[in-house]
């Protein structure tokens, strides 16, 4: 009987660089890849935002789709279904003769309860092909990972290696027989903004023609370091967040783009200061890792206690652009509008909510997972912390946003864009 397999795609949409498909393939003569839109980002949350709003849907839906066709054209399927992801592998296991499932190992807590019951009952397999680190070649265990950036980033720039690129997958095994028809999506009809500085294509393809244009087209990236400050358009950083968060394209691809790319135009700060971006979306991969559901507790990996006085009063006059700042309205509307923010906005509209308004950061974090199509659980919950003075920044830092404005949006033009 031939050895069959389930590939369970996750928060990895793609082909390139996938080391938990390539041992799958290798270790498998029959393959059946699923993937699964669950039903808890259907519905509202406990504060009613929408657990994931219309363009972060149809960002997702768009971003599987184009993995489907791919895997389709390679004279596959991908079986994308809607459900309990738990419920859906041990029934679809048991069905193919209790075969085990391979997938990437995740570091929310979320997700790793489900690796957990899922393993209660199939053989399962998870290879750590999301982080750059190999959590063996890290110079500390998971459980001591500094709490300050620069401690973890020093020593891993000391002492570690990033993991090597995996070629693309350019052939599949034969799919088993079953039973399960794909989901077919609900249509939406949203249409993103003009003004917006990101599209909502989100698959593999879409990911490495950004990669093309941004750095080799316009060489954009020699001035990353001086231009990421920007607010306007879709050129002043890499607009790659979109694609790392769905994994149509992974952090260690980037790295080493970056790396050819220095080999034919020269490395710099900005070549550099990209690598040390995606030290931070690293950085706090293994800060999640570490701490577990207290990244999404109210106090904080620090346990500290706070009191926020403000309510959903001030939470919808902040969502709604009508605080009266300016700066934080714009960014606001420009969130509504296209789902995407820069990371100025955020640090700024952030510090508004909590230490103006005074509205407990949680919330402030669960409207972005509903709105942003960047959204990824370590980076967004983590920086809130961080901005909130609960997580890990060693300073109780708060924006000055008026003055944040006059550096870099002197003239006014951000402001009258999403006025």
Request: proline letters at 3%.
């Amino acid at each position: 009987m031939a050895h069959t397999s389930i590939y369970w795609y996750r928060h990895n949409l793609r082909l390139r660089d996938l080391p938990s498909l390539e041992r799958c393939i290798a270790e498998s003569d029959q393959v059946l890849p699923v993937w699964i839109f669950e039903d808890r980002w259907e519905g509202d949350d406990e504060l009613g935002f929408p657990v994931m709003d219309d363009l972060r849907y149809m960002h997702l839906r768009d971003s599987a789709l184009g993995l489907q066709k791919r895997i389709h054209a390679m004279g596959s399927e991908l079986l994308i279904l809607r459900g309990d992801p738990v419920k859906i592998l041990k029934t679809l296991s048991a069905q193919l003769g209790n075969c085990p499932v391979y997938s990437s190992l995740e570091v929310a807590y979320y997700e790793r309860q489900q690796e957990i019951h899922l393993a209660e009952s199939c053989t399962l397999t998870v290879v750590n092909d999301q982080s750059m680190y190999d959590e063996g070649d890290l110079p500390f265990d998971y459980w001591n990972v500094p709490r300050v950036f620069t401690d973890f980033r020093k020593k891993v720039e000391k002492y570690s290696k990033v993991r090597q690129e995996v070629a693309v997958v350019s052939a599949m095994p034969p799919v088993p027989d079953h039973d399960y028809v794909s989901w077919d999506y609900p249509a939406k009809t949203v249409s993103m903004d003009d003004r917006s500085a990101v599209s909502l294509a989100g698959d593999e393809q879409a990911a490495w023609k950004r990669v093309q244009h941004y750095f080799y087209d316009t060489q954009a990236l020699s001035v990353y370091k001086k231009t990421r400050n920007g607010l306007i358009g879709s050129m002043y950083s890499s607009k790659l967040s979109q694609y790392l968060a769905v994994g149509s394209i992974s952090a260690v691809s980037v790295y080493h783009e970056i790396k050819r790319y220095e080999q034919q135009h020269g490395s710099n700060e900005s070549t550099y200061w990209l690598f040390f971006e995606l030290l931070w979306r690293e950085f706090f991969r293994w800060v999640a890792r570490k701490h577990g559901a207290k990244i999404f507790q109210l106090t904080g990996i620090m346990d500290r206690y706070r009191e926020y006085p403000g309510g959903r009063k001030e939470l919808q006059r902040w969502i709604d652009a009508e605080t009266g700042d300016a700066f934080v309205d714009a960014n606001m509307r420009e969130l509504a509008a296209t789902g995407f923010m820069s990371n100025r906005g955020r640090q700024n509209v952030a510090s508004y909510l909590v230490h103006r308004l005074r509205v407990p950061w949680t919330w402030g974090a669960r409207y972005f997972e509903s709105q942003l199509i960047d959204y990824d659980a370590t980076s967004n919950w983590c920086n809130w912390m961080y901005q909130s003075g609960v997580g890990n920044d060693p300073r109780d830092r708060v924006f000055n946003t008026i003055r944040q404005a006059d550096m870099y949006d002197k003239d006014g033009s951000y402001r009258e864009l999403w006025s």
